[in-house]
């Protein structure tokens, strides 16, 4: 044990001052908004000291955080996650029969690889001292493990969350954060460092930051904590948990390919367009609506629906038309977001084609549009983020027109969200279950889902995980309808003036309030409901915004222009690459490419086309090259991969200008 003399102390402050004088330009030029916050921060519960030992510590309460020496501690963790790395790993699955092309050529990448090395372990780069492309830390202490790590690895991307503010000022007298974010630039990366909010803060911001930079730079996301905290262990167990659904999801050409001829024709059909919420008023707003799903618990519902169908605006979801017109029950509205064919073939098969001509059907715009043909009055939602609706903006105004966001991945996240758009606040959810307790009863047994005729037959579900059930300890799920629990909770986030009773039991949903179908109460006729729904419904919707432009010949005239952009981006492929590094440089350079037609309307439709495949290709590529050690054998991967990629491209060319104004083929 060791006391520093009244010198050493002296000088000691002196350097931690100078340092945080240090980082404080730095955040001026570089950080404003942490130069701001910290300018004349004083610290509350978090202080510095100078411990036992002579070395610089944090205490807190009285306690020092770090017992023994902290720059030895923080030593001894880089080297256990360095031969141990917490980490998410793309994985790459295809079990299944392809569909579409695209699925065929990421599985042939896979494939290619598998045959050249064959091992279910992918390298652990932080021994091989490989350049890390992406790193996040949860907790930065005094930071002598941020400046260890960033003196032992080369980190292109580097995502710091501190939750405590206290902290950081402290590390701010210890970490040059300058020589930090110069390291990041120099490999053409950044430094991103984020204080204080919570770990769904930190999830988002971290999609924010893929979304800016290309998802090739989560094949391989390294995940450091260094202190438990409540704080930290949420946002780990956060991340850890939904990195998934950061990597999938984000489309691909083939589907807009289809998103815009389905498009094209609801639009020359001149189906309404649902307007702005501003610019109509729900009388029925306080009525309450029932959203029908098709899990397993609806079954038990069906009796109480029934019973109080003339006294709830009932929306019919997907699948569960069948189930509900077999008991007796007549939805107002039927909700469809599929855009493949095949959903008109079960539709055709469900019966009661009387009933369906008395249905209303409302669908997202990229749905096939032959189904209209079997309902009522047919109307179109605009789904965000879009190339049917990102072509048709170029066109027609986006703020009078605006997208209805969160109605993905199910069609029960779409009823939700096209209800509460139209203004209703009292939303009731049945058989939106979003998991199961048995894998072979995951649909009400009255769905097709258990007919071998059927093009979705499942007999048995195979689950990811389980989660917490709304009535019970835990449920099945998938991934699939884990996100769309998410999604429904970011909508019911966003909408605080809704009200939303679950009896469904199924997963538990954050932000609804759960209630057994045995206590909801009935409800009380609702008078002139079909009048007031028509009333609804002529104002909330208009087909007057088409006017009289020819959309098809609109799309047809862009076509030889974005023929030109597929083109230099294949051509892109021909880079000469020499390693991993240059990879991710070729990567950063077309994700860069793409995204700049993203800033004009005109070009909009460009990105979105070529986002998704991009973004699948990349990541896809980048995943199978972390499985090489040998040089050769990672750039003969590397070059036959971009080759593949480059057909692919060459084949969209034809993809589009042959099959735009046709319908899905599948």
């Not at 003196?151 to 040059?176: G, S, T």
């Not at 729900?282 to 003339?310: M, R």
């Not at 855009?339 to 749905?367: F, M, P, S």
């Not at 995951?442 to 979705?456: D, T, V």
Request: glycine residues 4%; proline residues 3%.
């Amino acid at each position: 044990m060791s006391q520093l003399s009244d010198l050493e102390l002296d000088i000691q402050t002196k350097l931690l001052r100078a340092t945080f004088i240090h980082n404080l330009a730095f955040f001026q030029q570089q950080m404003p908004e942490l130069y701001e916050f910290y300018k004349d921060y004083k610290t509350d519960k978090v202080k510095l000291t100078i411990d036992h030992n002579g070395d610089t510590n944090l205490v807190s309460n009285g306690n020092l955080m770090y017992p023994d020496s902290p720059q030895k501690n923080s030593q001894l963790q880089v080297e256990a996650y360095i031969n141990n790395p917490q980490q998410f790993v793309n994985v790459l699955n295809f079990s299944r029969s392809s569909v579409f092309k695209h699925s065929e050529q990421l599985k042939a990448l896979y494939d290619y690889r598998k045959d050249k090395i064959n091992t279910p372990d992918s390298v652990n780069l932080l021994k091989l001292g490989d350049q890390i492309d992406f790193m996040t830390m949860i907790g930065l202490g005094m930071g002598y493990q941020l400046e260890e790590l960033f003196n032992r690895i080369d980190i292109r991307y580097f995502y710091l969350w501190e939750p405590d503010a206290d902290v950081f000022h402290c590390a701010m007298h210890i970490v040059d954060f300058r020589s930090l974010y110069k390291k990041c630039e120099n490999l053409s990366g950044a430094l991103t460092i984020k204080i204080g909010g919570n770990e769904n803060h930190f999830v988002n911001e971290i999609e924010q930051r893929l979304q800016s930079i290309g998802h090739f730079n989560m094949a391989r996301l390294y995940m450091y904590r260094h202190y438990n905290s409540e704080e930290t262990d949420k946002g780990f167990k956060n991340l850890t948990e939904l990195c998934y659904r950061l990597s999938n999801g984000w489309g691909f050409f083939e589907d807009e390919v289809i998103s815009v001829s389905h498009t094209l024709t609801a639009v020359d059909k001149k189906l309404p367009l649902l307007k702005a919420p501003e610019s109509f008023t729900c009388e029925l707003e306080n009525s309450p609506v029932f959203i029908i799903g098709n899990g397993p618990s609806l079954d038990a519902h069906l009796e109480y629906i029934k019973a109080n169908q003339d006294n709830a605006i009932i929306f019919s979801c997907g699948t569960t038309l069948k189930a509900i017109l077999d008991a007796g029950i007549m939805p107002d509205f039927h909700i469809e977001m599929e855009r493949v064919a095949a959903t008109y073939e079960w539709i055709d098969k469900v019966g009661h084609k009387d009933k369906l001509k008395q249905i209303k059907i409302i669908a997202l715009n990229t749905v096939y549009s032959e189904i209209y043909n079997l309902f009522g009055d047919a109307y179109i939602i605009p789904k965000p983020k879009d190339g049917g609706m990102d072509f048709l903006y170029e066109f027609i105004s986006e703020a009078e027109y605006p997208g209805v966001y969160a109605c993905n991945p199910t069609v029960t996240n779409a009823a939700a969200a096209i209800s509460i758009r139209l203004g209703f606040k009292q939303l009731y959810l049945f058989g939106v279950d979003y998991g199961y307790k048995d894998e072979s009863k995951h649909h009400s047994k009255g769905s097709m889902y258990y007919q071998k005729g059927f093009h979705g037959f499942t007999e048995k579900m195979e689950s990811a995980f389980k989660v917490k059930g709304n009535f019970c300890e835990s449920v099945y799920t998938t991934q699939i309808f884990d996100v769309a629990r998410a999604s429904l909770e970011l909508l019911l986030q966003s909408s605080p003036e809704v009200t939303c009773i679950n009896c469904s039991d199924g997963a538990y949903i954050h932000l609804t309030e759960s209630l057994s179908v045995s206590n909801v109460s009935k409800k009380v006729e609702i008078i002139d409901k079909s009048q007031k729904i028509d009333t609804l419904l002529s104002a909330a919707f208009s087909d007057e915004v088409y006017g009289k432009i020819n959309f098809n010949t609109k799309f047809s005239s862009k076509i030889q222009e974005f023929e030109k952009v597929i083109t230099l981006l294949a051509e892109s492929c021909k880079t000469d690459v020499n390693n991993r590094r240059e990879l991710g440089r070729l990567f950063s350079n077309q994700y860069d490419f793409i995204k700049q037609f993203k800033e004009q309307k005109e070009t909009n439709v460009y990105y979105r086309f070529l986002h998704g495949t991009l973004n699948y290709f990349q990541s896809n590529i980048m995943a199978n090259v972390f499985y090489f050690i040998d040089e050769k054998q990672k750039l003969d991967y590397i070059n036959w991969a971009l080759e593949h990629f480059a057909d692919h491209l060459k084949w969209l060319i034809l993809e589009l200008s042959q099959n735009y104004n046709k319908p899905s083929k599948i």
